[in-house]
């Protein structure tokens, strides 16, 4: 899916032909994609972006922030509970001044970005004063970290959950061996540790800003959900 910000709306393009590309700077149109599969090459071909900060992420387990010569390369993991194991999927995300390119390896995921961009698009369309092109942009990268990172309810409640009924067994069975499950649900928290761990590094370099394509407005956001992520690994 292609999208292009126009002056008050969001446009939908049906195919890579259509964009246009210009000189990038303030007033240069600006640019949504969301792919899955290898859907993405041509379009990051279209842009002049190397395919190659992608493959290298999809061969590590950790989230990655690369801040390159024309833009800001990120990848992160989802945190997401797989029966009593967990697991991650993996968004790849390409950051300019007049482009935003998603990757998601999963449906879900690329179900929620595209909500994301419709919601913002209803918002860009009745509310265009608190909008520019580039903030608008920025927003919808904000926008994913903060519903698809640390905000999944269900995912902390079956953790509480599973903590609560752990303590009322040892309570209630003093003399039963709960050493594996103590081991599982350690395994878990470790595991969301990690990811909070990471999530905290790639926010300190998007606020660092390297390349300036964060506006403003979007750096206080920024600021602001770094907070709630701090205290989540808290």
Do not use: W
């Amino acid at each position: 899916m292609i999208f292009k910000i126009s002056d008050d709306d969001i446009l939908e393009l049906n195919q890579l032909e259509e964009i246009q590309l210009e000189e990038e700077g303030e007033d240069s149109s600006k640019y949504i994609c969301l792919f899955t599969g290898e859907d993405s090459l041509e379009a990051l071909e279209t842009f002049g972006f190397s395919p190659s900060p992608m493959d290298e992420a999809y061969d590590s387990a950790t989230m990655i922030f690369e801040s390159h010569d024309r833009f800001d390369f990120l990848s992160i993991n989802l945190p997401v509970m797989q029966t009593n194991l967990y697991g991650s999927e993996k968004v790849i995300i390409y950051h300019s001044k007049g482009s935003l390119i998603f990757h998601a390896n999963q449906e879900a995921s690329f179900n929620e970005i595209y909500n994301i961009i419709f919601t913002l698009k209803s918002k860009y369309q009745s509310q265009k004063e608190l909008y520019d092109s580039t903030h608008l942009m920025n927003r919808i990268l904000y926008s994913f970290l903060e519903k698809m990172t640390i905000f999944n309810m269900d995912l902390m409640d079956e953790f509480e959950i599973k903590v609560y009924e752990l303590e009322t067994s040892l309570i209630e069975s003093l003399n039963s061996d709960y050493v594996e499950d103590i081991i599982m649900l350690r395994k878990d928290l470790f595991g969301l540790k990690k990811h909070y761990q990471q999530l905290l590094d790639i926010m300190d370099e998007l606020q660092e800003n390297e390349n300036q394509f964060m506006d403003e407005k979007t750096l206080k956001l920024l600021k602001i959900f770094d907070s709630k992520v701090s205290r989540h690994y808290n």
